[in-house]
T-cell receptor, first 113, second 113 residues
Framework: KAGVTQTPRYLIKTRGQQVTLSCSPI?????VSWYQQTPGQGLQFLFE???????NKGNFPGRFSGRQFSNSRSEMNVSTLELGDSALYLC????????????FGPGTRLTVL | ELKVEQNPLFLSMQEGKNYTIYCNYS?????LYWYRQDPGKSLESLFV?????AVKQEGRLMASLDTKARLSTLHITAAVHDLSATYFC?????????????FGKGTKLTVNP
């Protein structure tokens, strides 16, 4: 069974630009969550999608948005990039059953210059 | 707001020794996860603990959960160099109706020969 895939793996942008990250969950998983990992703040929850609906959102500004498609693939968008957005962005998928865990993808390393 | 605290944050130990990593959380939850992260890599799921008194073991690692004390432990037995990594605990507040993990800051484990 293929794992969670994320594209691109690395990205370099400049301040003010926008970026779109993509995540393909494990086949059959309908829940996709996004997390930001930085050395200072650690791992922080961004949002979660289930069946194309956002079920929960973390404490991030509105510049961070996402969506999920009917095939459960998800995209995350960050507009008007700031230096502080430089981070590893991790996507996780889950079958959303009571006993399952979240399986993480390899991440997208975003550098904002 | 749920807070998850791990200690120690840094742990240097010799091969063959035993040690325990602690994870305390502030809100009632009966769902806790342990992940491992190698440098530059994503998160690898180690254990899912789903009820009070749950104990899981895999190789030299054993995790337990005490929901009354809001405490989980990750015990390392006879450490080997390959266990060097950062270990995260995460608490699931799924009762809110969505998948959202709140992570501890991680424990960076270094096992020295």
């Amino acid at each position: 069974k293929a794992g969670v895939t994320q594209t691109p793996r690395y990205l370099i942008k400049t301040r003010g630009q926008q970026v779109t990250l993509s995540c393909s969950p494990i086949s059959g998983h309908r829940s996709v969550s996004w997390y930001q990992q930085t050395p200072g703040q650690g791992l922080q929850f961004l949002f979660e999608y289930f069946s194309e609906t956002q079920r929960n959102k973390g404490n991030f500004p509105g510049r961070f948005s996402g969506r999920q498609f009917s095939n459960s693939r998800s995209e995350m968008n960050v507009s008007t990039l700031e230096l502080g957005d430089s981070a590893l962005y991790l996507c996780a998928s889950s079958s959303a059953t009571s006993t399952d865990t979240q399986y993480f993808g390899p991440g997208t390393r975003l550098t904002v210059l | 707001e749920l807070k998850v605290e791990q200690n120690p944050l840094f742990l240097s130990m010799q091969e063959g020794k035993n040690y325990t990593i602690y994870c305390n959380y502030s809100t009632t939850s009966d769902r806790l996860y342990w992940y491992r992260q190698d440098p530059g890599k994503s998160l690898e799921s180690l254990f899912v603990l789903l009820s009070n008194g749950a104990v899981k073991q895999e190789g030299r690692l054993m995790a337990s959960l005490d929901t009354k004390a809001r405490l989980s432990t990750l015990h390392i037995t006879a450490a080997v160099h390959d266990l060097s990594a950062t270990y995260f605990c995460a608490v699931d507040i799924r009762p809110s109706g969505s998948e959202k993990l709140v992570f501890g800051k991680g424990t960076k484990l270094t096992v020295n020969p």
